[in-house]
Nanobody
Framework: QVQLVESGGGLVQPGGSLRLSCAAS????????MGWYRRAPGKGRELVAT???????EHGNSVKGRFTISRDNAKNTVYLQMNSLKPEDTAVYYC????????WGLGTQVTVSS
């Protein structure tokens, strides 16, 4: 079992920045990939970014150049640095971890609005 707890969401103006955190606990040594997904109102789930246990990253096309995923292995935490935020980034952001199973956090709301 893996438990994921997200934090760092909130309300920000367009052009602003936020950093999301996802703390993992439990059977963390079995995790192969961690990542962030989002779901905007009325839309499907979208890949934001992933990072492998080896540090290889992937970012979705809509966030490339603006968002950066990283990890702190000592803290068992994955971060999502979000810069140049746009209203269309408004969504619930979910942390994800993959072992031979898949685990999800409860999500954190990000609202970009003036």
């Amino acid at each position: 079992q893996v438990q994921l707890v997200e934090s760092g969401g909130g309300l920000v103006q367009p052009g602003g920045s936020l950093r999301l955190s996802c703390a993992a606990s439990g059977n963390i040594f079995s995790i192969n990939v961690m990542g962030w997904y989002r779901r905007a109102p009325g839309k499907g789930r979208e890949l934001v970014a992933t990072i492998t246990s080896g540090g290889t990253t992937e970012h979705g096309n809509s966030v490339k150049g603006r968002f950066t995923i990283s990890r702190d292995n000592a803290k068992n935490t994955v971060y999502l640095q979000m810069n140049s935020l746009k209203p269309e980034d408004t969504a619930v952001y979910y942390c994800n971890a993959k072992t031979i199973y898949e685990y999800w956090g409860l999500g954190t709301q990000v609202t970009v609005s003036s």
